[in-house]
């Protein structure tokens, strides 16, 4: 091997987490006075009032957006690290918090407003009243059925007004709730049931995808005899009907198990059911992360602190006041949905909107026509959400009269090209984008701007939320300074009112995945011992704004140079043809890893050599020539899951000769295919 690389390779391994950083410093953009005048929140003594000095106490602002049953003693136990807990001796209820208190004012609000997929359907405003009505009965269901306190529910459904009803109704009965993402199968149904131990599935006959009835009541049933073969069992299905009384799906309903919910609710039609005084550190619901291996694990969230996370954050990040039309096209499937559709926004009276299908269909402008009908003043959805609309019509946002004044971005990191793109088209550049990191394990934003406070940066989150304090540290546990230029591992040094109590049934697997890489004293009661290890990369500029390079292992080691796929995929979509970018690694001989690029291309564009010689120059132009792709290829399309996400493994598998897996999942399976054949040899192939 030559002696240089040899030596680039031994020193990567001394410094595992260090990232090469490449991107430059981008632009400021700054909020307009129009939205200062109207923002929730202006004053920037808060991280003041949220320094170490003031910690945890500090938190009580969070808490005081709550309506209390009985106020708490201690604001953070930290007896048994790291299972913190906050707002001990608090009493309160999350349903009572998202509906009850808001009846006296707000009744006559809407509460959601439910978009169906087909165009020609009208769209469902649900009032604070009504969604009180509603959920009350639900309740009395669960009741009916035995369920009590603590028990767990498993609800496996689709973007529909009846999830969030089911999931509160539990909330108010201090049942735990699983939400399982409707696209998933129902063995991962299944898996999520039995490590639960729920005995109660509830889940809905068919919905609308890409304008097509999908038979959902299908996966319950595959749910059920899975966990029935690894031991569990399900008691009762309940299922909701898309259509009332129209049953929508070919799997037959078991007698004795199924059981329909709107024949339920005309047997409790009028009930009203108290909400339970829960403790304030009582789990509200399970969610479930995914792995590359083991088994999911199942996040525990909290009653009190995590309300009181999600409300402060919607009201003061994402500015909801109870006059606007908010609407996060996340799935509630998910974490966001969870916090920034259901728990966060309800907690402060909002108006949410509710869409059952995919922002693409019928074609890219639906979005912006839902925005424009409704009045849609505050849009959340995710960079995949955002290049996905990039691609189908760059100039579609533009046709719309919606007025957006304020954009979240969510879920990975955002490329500044995409960014630019978001505020200039999709914002008008008149709406702040607010680009937030954060966690499932999180329950709440962690690192964003303060819409009215901060200038904007594409493609970097912003500082730490008052109150968080987070740094970045090499493997040895060094910190590494602001503005440095290098990168290693997010950590936040503190807990924090949202974060996840612990992962159900497997506290070793807790504290291994989370902790164990920083904590130097097991036996430690002092929390200042117990950092918390994102498993992002990341670098701090001097104006103290982090930027996530993306998840440690989503880093690709060239000849010793560890570059973030992220700044990678950022460069290519720099070449105005590209529309989606994928970038994995490819295993080399000489240097380790190499990068493989993966694109598609805008409308009207044609693969040619050109564009791909555009891309390599491009990488090597922001990156440098270390970063040269092995290979770029063009294709017609990138794997993605339904939910959009592309499905880099499945790429990287090709790259490296490997068995790619089950891809039956997948949105579109059959490009998997054409990729492959591509790939490896076929003269089709479009690579450089």
């Known amino acids: 091997m030559n002696e240089s690389v040899e030596t680039e390779l031994r020193e990567a391994q001394i410094t595992e987490a260090e990232v090469a ?26 991280y003041d009032r949220f320094s170490e000095e003031h910690f945890p106490e500090c938190f009580k602002e969070y808490a005081d957006l709550l309506d209390w049953y009985q106020y708490w003693h201690t604001t953070l136990d930290t ?54 009505v509603r959920v009350n009965e639900v309740a009395a269901v669960l009741q009916s059925l035995g369920l009590k ?75 059920v005899e899975a966990s029935a073969r690894a031991g569990h069992t399900v008691e009762k299905v309940l299922v909701w009907r898309r259509y009332p009384r129209q049953y929508q799906s070919q799997a037959p309903m078991v007698e004795g198990r199924d059981l329909f919910m709107d024949d339920l609710l005309q047997e ?78 309800l907690a402060v009276a909002a108006t949410s909107v509710i869409y059952e299908g995919v922002p693409t269909y019928p074609d890219a402008g639906r979005p912006f026509r839902i925005a424009e009908e409704l009045g849609v003043n505050i849009f959340h959805t995710s960079p995949t959400a955002i290049r996905m609309l990039r691609k189908a019509g760059p100039e579609t ?21 995409v960014w630019r793109w978001y505020y200039h ?12 990191w954060w966690q499932t394990e999180t329950g709440g934003f962690l690192c964003t701007t303060i819409p009215a406070i901060h200038p904007m940066k594409p493609g970097s989150a912003g500082p730490a939320l008052p109150g968080i304090y987070a740094t970045i540290l090499d493997d040895d546990g060094n910190v590494i300074p602001p503005g440095a230029g290098k990168a290693g591992n997010m950590v936040i040094r503190n807990p924090w009112p949202g974060i996840t109590q612990g992962i159900w049934g497997d506290p070793d697997r ?17 929390w200042r011992d117990w950092p918390y290890f994102a498993g992002d990369a990341a670098t701090q500029a001097g104006d103290g704004y982090f930027r996530i390079l993306g998840r ?64 390599v120059k491009a990488v090597e132009e922001l990156i440098g020539k270390i970063a040269r792709p092995k290979n770029v290829y063009i294709m017609p399309d990138l794997p993605k899951t339904r939910s959009g996400k592309l499905m880099r493994r499945v790429l990287a598998s090709i790259s490296n000769g490997q068995d790619v897996g089950d891809v039956t999942t997948l949105a579109n399976p059959d490009v998997v295919d054409l990729i492959r054949k591509s790939v490896r040899g076929d003269d089709t192939a479009d690579s450089f």
């Open 21 to 46: 950083v490449h991107w430059s410093e981008e632009e400021y953009y700054n909020p307009s006075l129009q939205f200062i005048a109207q923002a929730n929140f202006t004053d920037p003594t808060i």
């Open 79 to 132: 007896s048994n690290p790291p299972f913190w807990k906050w707002f001990v001796g608090g009493k309160i209820n999350a349903c009572y918090n998202c509906v009850d208190r808001h009846l006296a004012q707000y009744r006559s609000k809407a509460a959601f407003i439910f978009v169906p997929e087909p165009e020609d359907e009208p769209n469902i405003a649900m009032t604070y009243q009504e969604l009180y």
């Open 149 to 223: 306190t603590g028990d767990r529910v498993t609800i496996h459904m689709p973007m529909v007004l009846e999830l969030p009803i089911t999931m509160l109704a539990c909330a108010r009965l201090g049942i735990i709730h699983s939400v399982v993402f409707a696209g998933f199968s129902g063995q991962a149904c299944a898996d999520r049931i039995v490590d639960s131990g729920s005995r109660i599935l509830v889940t809905m006959d068919g919905y609308y995808r890409s304008g097509t009835m999908l038979d959902h009541k299908v996966k319950a049933d595959e749910a």
């Open 268 to 345: 409790h039609r009028g009930a009203r059911v108290e909400p339970v005084k829960m403790p304030a550190e009582a789990p509200l619901f399970l969610m479930y992360t995914s792995g590359t291996t083991g088994k999911p694990k199942g996040h525990q969230h909290g009653t009190g602190g995590y309300l009181a996370y999600t409300a402060w954050t919607s009201k003061m990040i994402q500015d909801i006041h109870p006059e606007d039309v908010y609407w996060c096209m996340a799935d509630i499937g998910w974490i966001t949905g969870h916090s920034y559709i259901v728990y966060g926004p």
């Open 397 to 417: 946002p533009l046709r719309y009269n919606h007025q957006f004044k304020h954009m979240t971005t969510v879920g990975e990191p955002i490329e500044p090209e």
């Open 425 to 436: 088209v999709v914002g008008k550049e008149k709406a702040v984008i607010v680009d937030t």
């Open 510 to 526: 807790f504290v291994q995945t989370y902790y164990a890489r920083y904590n130097k004293d097991r036996n430690s009661k002092d």
């Open 552 to 615: 440690v292992d989503d880093v690709i080691n060239v000849a010793g140079h560890r570059l973030g796929t992220k700044e990678l995929e950022s460069a290519v979509l720099t070449v105005e043809e590209v529309a989606e970018a994928a970038v994995v690694p490819r295993v080399d001989e000489l240097k380790g890893r190499v990068p493989d690029v993966y694109v598609s291309l805008k409308p009207g564009y044609t693969p040619t050599p050109e564009i791909q010689q555009k891309i």
